[in-house]
T-cell receptor, first 113, second 111 residues
Framework: GESVGLHLPTLSVQEGDNSIINCAYSNSASDYFIWYKQESGKGPQFIIDIRSNMDKRQGQRVTVLLNKTVKHLSLQIAATQPGDSAVYFC????????????FGKGTLLTVNP | DGGITQSPKYLFRKEGQNVTLSCEQN?????MYWYRQDPGQGLRLIYYSQIVNDFQKGDIAEGYSVSREKKESFPLTVTSAQKNPTAFYLCATRSGGQPQHFGDGTRLSIL
């Protein structure tokens, strides 16, 4: 079936730099997208979400951009800190009101002090 | 997430045994989900439940079973029919149109 595509890449940044993590999705009917952060041995932690009627949403130090034309989602982290080091997953809801999420494989973010 | 408790944190299974993973929540959320995560992979949906006494198969339900007798509890049984059960199992809950929130998982290994 359709899935959010993301081979597990690694992004390495210096502390204080901005980070951009990208995600391509394939289901044009998906109406809701979420970014999660997962630290080793723990469950995913919600970061930010966006609905398909928006193209940008900002949180504290994070921004999510949605480009429906090319089916692309990105997560921007401003002033990246060592505590931001983790695996980041994007997820799409293509299950309507059931909110069945399809997850990408994740990006490992490493922040160097 | 403090409102979602998964136990045990680590679980070992012998060949041919069924094991049950616990997921309890005190968030009063209607929907609950079970996912499986393999190393270097994203999460894959096993089963989900929108309300008490009702549940549906996800993408990889074979070899698993669930029950939803109480709103607070959604136990997952890994049966002997699941030939590759070693994985990290995650439980999530959701309320309305809000995002899913996750517990801290159970790591299952085969002896």
């Amino acid at each position: 079936g359709e899935s959010v595509g993301l081979h597990l890449p690694t992004l390495s940044v210096q502390e204080g730099d901005n980070s951009i993590i990208n995600c391509a999705y394939s289901n044009s009917a998906s109406d809701y997208f979420i970014w999660y952060k997962q630290e080793s041995g723990k469950g995913p932690q919600f970061i930010i979400d966006i609905r398909s009627n928006m193209d940008k949403r900002q949180g504290q130090r994070v921004t999510v951009l949605l480009n429906k034309t090319v089916k692309h989602l990105s997560l921007q982290i401003a002033a990246t800190q060592p505590g931001d080091s983790a695996v980041y997953f994007c997820a799409e809801n293509s299950g309507g009101s059931n909110y069945k999420l399809t997850f990408g494989k994740g990006t490992l973010l490493t922040v160097n002090p | 997430d403090g409102g979602i408790t998964q136990s045990p944190k680590y679980l070992f299974r012998k060949e041919g045994q069924n094991v049950t993973l616990s997921c309890e929540q005190n968030l009063n959320h209607d929907a609950m989900y079970w996912y499986r995560q393999d190393p270097g992979q994203g999460l894959r949906l096993i089963y989900y439940s929108q309300i008490v006494n009702d549940f549906q198969k996800g993408d990889i339900a074979e070899g698993y079973s669930v029950s939803r007798e109480k709103k607070e509890s959604f136990p997952l049984t890994v049966t002997s029919a699941q030939k590759n059960p070693t994985a990290f199992y995650l439980c999530a809950t959701r309320s309305g149109g809000q995002p899913q929130h996750f517990g801290d998982g159970t790591r299952l290994s085969i002896l």
